[in-house]
C-alpha cells in the first residue's frame, strides 16, 4: 500500500504535507504510510477514498482503476456533498437556501418549476 499512497500523493500533485491537511493528518504520518513503517486505519483508507475520490479495491490491493469510476449524476451529486461541507461558502448558503425553498413548495409548484427546468435543459441542448 506504501507504494499506491506514494503514488497517488504524486497523480494528485500534492505535497505530504497538502495531502495530510486534506484528510486531517499530520505530514509526518503521511510519510510513515509511504515508507511502510505504518499501515493506515480502516477509517484513514476510507477518508482518504472519500477526499480524493479513490477507488478503495485499488488503494488496498492494487486491483482495478486509481480513482473512481463515477456516473454523471454521482459525480455531481458527490460535488455537491463537498460544497455543501464549506460552512462559509456563499455557493453553499444558495444550494443550501435553494433547497429548503424548494422543500417550502406546495406540489402544483414543484411541478411546475420541474417543468421550467426541464424546458430550460432542452433549449439548452438545443442551443448547443
Known sequence: MKDRLKKLRKELDLTQQAFADKIG???NTIAQYEMGRTTPSDAIIFSIC???GVNEKWLRSGEGEMF???TDQQKILKYTALLLKDKDS????????L???YEQ????????LEKIAKQYIDNLKKSQ
Not at 90 to 97: E, K
Not at 105 to 112: G, I, N, P, Q, W
Open 105 to 112: 413548495l406546495d406540489d402544483t409548484s414543484k411541478a411546475v
Open 99 to 101: 433547497i429548503v425553498t
Open 90 to 97: 456563499a455557493v453553499a448558503d444558495a444550494i443550501q437556501t
Open 50 to 52: 472519500r477526499e480524493f
Open 68 to 70: 473512481e469510476e463515477l
Open 25 to 27: 493528518m499530520k505530514q
